[in-house]
């Protein structure tokens, strides 16, 4: 009596990444990607594609979450593919750098490589309307930087240390992703945005092609044959109530904080108080 055993499908495990990259209590995104490659593990994938769609966030978590991308690249070998969508710029930049491979969009913005600080001086606000600070601190820098009153060269020059020390860090995980020298990085490391043609000429990307692309690109690195089963790893999906709330909300035209506050801020470092 013959027995028939159906065969096994690879799979090829989806990864995304959207928004602001940033550590929060409700949805910690490189803790959600840290129990995502677990999920990648456990599934059995073959390949990992990572769907970039992000204008930045802040150091430490962009960082958290390319260590781990890049850690668990070296331990699994596995082949690892970044996708970038509508925007991977400045921290989108940075994740992407921890994969084998990186694809784009032809207009896919992207780019944004740099460091920056924002400080609003409200000094001469508050003295129209008759407002002074009284401050008592530890040390020179504690409050800075201040905003009601000007910076001090000294505030700035500490500053500006610390974003070229983290702008150095910047840079040599596009050396390590991308295999290119320091003075090629630094050409077109300077802030500016780019397309993903552009990035393809500067060697930021390996090619132009979108998200079935990528998957294509996948299958080969991994070597499969037939077509796979693509899984989502790493999506948390809302509470019911979660849901029924945003869409109350979201038909009155009522924005959360969240994204009132960071929308349309392509920024690396965005420090908060």
Not at 21 to 31: G, H, K, V
Not at 150 to 169: A, K
Not at 201 to 209: A, I, K
Request: charged share 25%; with cysteine; aromatic share 8%.
């Amino acid at each position: 009596m013959f027995r028939f055993r159906r065969k096994k499908i690879p799979r090829i495990a989806l990864l995304r990444l959207d928004g602001i990259i940033e550590e929060s209590d409700e949805d910690s995104l490189p803790r959600r990607v840290s129990m995502a490659l677990e999920d990648v593990e456990h599934i059995k994938a073959k390949a990992l594609v990572m769907r970039v769609n992000s204008p930045g966030g802040t150091v430490g978590a962009t960082q958290e979450i390319y260590d781990a991308i890049w850690k668990f690249r070296t331990q699994t070998k596995m082949p690892i593919i970044a996708s970038m969508g509508d925007v991977a710029a400045s921290g989108g930049v940075y994740v992407a750098m921890a994969a084998e491979r990186v694809l784009a969009n032809a207009g896919t913005v992207t780019g944004s490589i740099g460091v920056i600080i924002r400080s609003r001086n409200l000094s001469q606000l508050f003295s129209k309307v008759g407002v002074t600070a009284e401050v008592v601190k530890s040390g020179e820098f504690k409050d800075t930087p201040a905003p009601y009153r000007g910076m001090t060269e000294s505030e700035r020059g500490m500053l500006q240390e610390m974003i070229n020390d983290t702008y150095e860090q910047f840079i040599e995980a596009i050396m390590r992703g991308r295999n290119l020298a320091p003075a090629k990085v630094r050409q077109f490391a300077d802030g500016r945005v780019m397309t993903g043609r552009q990035a393809l000429l500067c060697g930021l990307v390996d090619e132009l092609g979108g998200f079935d692309r990528a998957i294509e690109v996948a299958k080969q690195m991994a070597h499969i044959s037939v077509e796979p089963d693509v899984i989502e790893v790493g999506r948390v999906k809302p509470k019911l109530w979660e849901r029924v709330t945003r869409r109350f909300i979201g038909g009155f035209g009522i924005h959360s904080e969240f994204s009132t506050r960071w929308d349309g801020i392509p920024l690396y470092l965005m420090p908060r108080f």
